[in-house]
C-alpha cells in the first residue's frame, strides 16, 4: 500500500468512531469511577521524561513509517505498545515531512484515544505510562486543551501516591517499633519473672536448709539426752551393782550410819481412810555425802499400798558423810494414828 493511499484508509478507519470517543471524553469524569490500586501496593510512580517517540521509530524512513503506521492501526495499536503504534509513527512521519496535512488530520483523529488512555492511567494510578501517553499528547498537540489538567492530574497523583507510600512507610514503621516495643517488654516482663522465680527457689533452698539445720540440731539435742540418760542410767547400775557385790553389814554395822534427818514417810490417803496398816523393807545406798543415792523395796505388806510413800521418804533421808557408800535396810512402818 502506498503513502499517498494511506489518509483513505485511515480516515475510514478513525473518523467513525471519534464522535463517540470525544463524548466519552467529555463524559469520563463523572460516569467512570476512577480504578482504585490494589490495596497494600505502592502505585508506580513515573520515571524521569523520555522522549515521546522513541528512537528506533525516529530513526526510521518515510515509507518505512508509513507502512507501520498503517499495519499499526489495521491493528488497533493506535497509542500502544511504547515504540510500536500509530500515533508514534505519525508524529516521526510529521517531523520529516512537517507541511504533510494527511499526517496532521491523522494525528488529530489519534489524539481522543491517547487522551482516554492517559487518563484511564492516571485513574489506574500507572503514572509510567501516563507521562508516556502525555507526552505524546504535548508532542501532537502542545496547545491541547486537556493537557494543562492531563498534567496537573499527573502531579497530584503522583504525590498522592508518594504521600500514601511516605504514610504506609510510617505506619509500617510505628508498627514494627510498636512490635518491638511489645517483644521488649514481654522479654523484661520474662527476665522479671525468671528473676522472681529464681529468688523464690532461693527463699525456699534457705528456708529448707534452715529446717534441716533445726532438725539436726534437735536430733543432737535428743541424742545428748538420751546419752545422759543412759549415763546416768549406767552410774545408777554401776551403784547398784557395787552395792550388791558388798556383803550385807550385819545388824550390829547399822550404828555407823549417824542420821541427820529422816522425815516419816506420808500416810497414803486411802489407805488411812480404809485404816490399813503395813510395812515395807527397803534397801537404801547412802553416798559419801550422806544422801541416799539409790532405793529398792524389799518386801511390802501388803504389796505395793505403801511403796511410793517409802521409797520418797528414804530418799529425803540425810546422813553424816561416810568415807564410802554405804548399803543397808530399813523397816518402814504404816499404822493409822500412829
Not at 88 to 107: C, F, G, H
Not at 215 to 242: L, M, T, V
Not at 274 to 285: M, R, Y
Amino acid at each position: 500500500m502506498s503513502y499517498a493511499a494511506l489518509p483513505v484508509i485511515a480516515r475510514a478507519r478513525l473518523l467513525a468512531p471519534v464522535v463517540l470517543l470525544l463524548g466519552l471524553v467529555a463524559c469520563s469524569g463523572k460516569d467512570e469511577p476512577a480504578a482504585a490500586p490494589a490495596a497494600g501496593t505502592a502505585p508506580a510512580v513515573a520515571p524521569a521524561a523520555a522522549p515521546a517517540v522513541s528512537s528506533t521509530v525516529q530513526a526510521m524512513g518515510t515509507d518505512e513509517l508509513a507502512a507501520s503506521a498503517s499495519q499499526a492501526l489495521r491493528e488497533n495499536r493506535m497509542y500502544a505498545p511504547a515504540g510500536d503504534n500509530a500515533i508514534e509513527y505519525y508524529l516521526a512521519l510529521r517531523d520529516k515531512t512537517p507541511d504533510d496535512a494527511v499526517v496532521k488530520s491523522a494525528l488529530t483523529d489519534l489524539l481522543p484515544y491517547t487522551l482516554i488512555a492517559a487518563e484511564n492511567n492516571l485513574a489506574r494510578e500507572d503514572f509510567t505510562e501516563a507521562q508516556r501517553l502525555i507526552a505524546l499528547i504535548e508532542k501532537a498537540d502542545p496547545a491541547a486543551p486537556a493537557l494543562p489538567r492531563l498534567k496537573q492530574s499527573l502531579e497530584a497523583g503522583m504525590e498522592k501516591a508518594a504521600q500514601r507510600t511516605s504514610d504506609e512507610t510510617a505506619r509500617v514503621k510505628a508498627e514494627a517499633e510498636a512490635k518491638s516495643r511489645q517483644q521488649a517488654e514481654q522479654q523484661r516482663q520474662a527476665e522479671q519473672r525468671g528473676r522472681e522465680s529464681e529468688a523464690a527457689q532461693q527463699v525456699a533452698a534457705q528456708q529448707d536448709a534452715s529446717r534441716r539445720q533445726t532438725e539436726q540440731q534437735d536430733a543432737e539435742r535428743q541424742a545428748a539426752e538420751r546419752r545422759a540418760a543412759e549415763q546416768r542410767q549406767q552410774q545408777a547400775a554401776a551403784a547398784q551393782a557395787a552395792a550388791a557385790r558388798q556383803p550385807a553389814a550385819p545388824a550390829a554395822a547399822a550404828p555407823s550410819l549417824r542420821p541427820v534427818s529422816t522425815p516419816a514417810p506420808r500416810y497414803p490417803a486411802e489407805a488411812l481412810r480404809s485404816g490399813t496398816s503395813g510395812e515395807v523393807l527397803v534397801e537404801i545406798t547412802v553416798g559419801t555425802d550422806g544422801s541416799v543415792v539409790n532405793a529398792r523395796v524389799l518386801r511390802s505388806t501388803p504389796a505395793r499400798i505403801f511403796d511410793r510413800e517409802a521409797i520418797n521418804a528414804v530418799k529425803r533421808w540425810r546422813f553424816e558423810p561416810v568415807a564410802a557408800p554405804v548399803v543397808t535396810r530399813r523397816t518402814l512402818a504404816f499404822q493409822p494414828g500412829g
